[in-house]
């Protein structure tokens, strides 16, 4: 028996009972990593903010990516 597909609604559904919130962040147009010898930059990213439990969590994706050498 093949399981059914999950809808939209369903899912968020599923996600609040379990204590998790996700937020699509439409504004954001950069994001900067920033380490001690290199910074990566991704331009016109995807961004959302996952809450689970009181704790949030950020996952980038897409977006122009350059990394730059810092001295």
């Known amino acids: 028996m093949m399981p ?3 809808g939209s609604r369903e899912a968020n559904r599923m996600m609040a009972r379990m204590g998790m919130q996700l937020k699509e962040m439409d504004d954001i147009t950069k994001v900067v990593f920033e380490g001690s010898n290199r910074r990566i930059i991704i ?3 995807e961004v959302a903010s996952v809450t689970i439990q009181g704790q949030t ?3 980038v994706g897409g977006g122009k990516v350059k990394e ?3 001295s």
């Open 4 to 6: 059914r597909k999950m």
């Open 43 to 45: 331009e016109n990213p």
């Open 57 to 59: 969590m950020y996952q």
């Open 68 to 70: 730059e050498t810092v």
